[in-house]
């Protein structure tokens, strides 16, 4: 089990940490910044620095077999710390902060398009969601503007954690979310954007929608009769 200090602080770049374990899947911490691939985000990038000043290049971090369990890629060249080393753990910042700005973003899609999403994913620079829409085609224009709109409102983003019971006691909250909870499954967290979209999400997000800046619909494609792919760009980086 690893602390997973992202869930609480997406902005936390660093942090001092121990390897518990080092196998051939890659390296455990007990604590750590690195976001491992889930929910449609990749997995993060960075370097885990030793207390003899050598560094051991991250390339991709994964979900290990138990809930909480984060594994850290190494390089294939590099050689992995031993486990009760000391590490510093460091992410590819700039590269993180363009995957939570567009991850945001495609909260925002959502509240723009109406129906359900089927699929999606949050690249370096773009984005895609998959829409269940019926019939007629969408408005890459419109999209475009109701997104950027509430963009530049600047809306509050944050984490806000629920349980069962509190779900039960104000079903109000599912009526307004994209995406049902998973019920059974004890303190959920749930992503809220003030007044704009509601819904459960273990993703890292910027603080405000105005972080993320102008974005463009780059293609909306036919994937089935039912399917709408709306693809989409940071308009500069
Ligand atoms: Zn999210």
């Known amino acids: ?19 518990t374990a080092v196998d051939e899947r890659g390296i455990r911490l007990d604590r750590t910044v690195f976001y491992p691939t889930g929910g449609g985000q990749p997995g993060d990038s960075g370097v885990l620095r030793l207390a003899d000043g050598t560094t051991v ?3 991709d971090t994964v979900k290990g077999d138990s809930a909480d369990e984060v594994i850290h890629v190494p390089a294939p060249d590099a ?6 080393a000391e590490v510093t753990a460091e992410i590819d910042w700039e590269r993180r902060h363009r995957l939570m700005r567009m991850h945001t973003c495609l909260h925002l899609l959502c509240a723009v398009v109406p129906g359900a999403v089927t699929g999606g994913s949050v690249g370096d620079g773009r984005g895609r ?16 503007a109701g997104l950027n709109r509430l963009i530049a409102e600047g809306h509050a983003v944050a984490p806000r954690w629920i349980d069962d019971a509190e779900l039960e006691a104000h079903p109000e909250l599912v009526r307004t979310m994209s995406v049902k909870p998973p019920t059974g499954a004890g303190k959920i967290r749930l992503l809220e954007i003030a007044g704009v979209d509601l819904q459960p999400c273990g993703g890292t997000h910027v603080r405000n929608t105005a972080e993320i800046g102008p974005v463009e619909i780059t293609k909306i494609e036919n994937k089935g009769r039912q399917n709408r792919r709306i693809n989409l760009a940071f308009v500069s980086s």
Do not use: H, N
Request: net charge negative; glycine share 4%; hydrophobic share 45%.
């Open 1 to 19: 089990m690893t602390e997973l200090l992202f869930r609480d602080d997406a902005y936390t770049r660093s942090c001092a940490a121990w390897v």
């Open 57 to 59: 290049d991250i390339v």
């Open 79 to 84: 050689v992995p710390p031993q486990p009760g």
């Open 129 to 144: 969601l998959d829409f269940d829409v019926p019939g007629a085609s969408l408005d890459k224009d419109a999209i475009a």
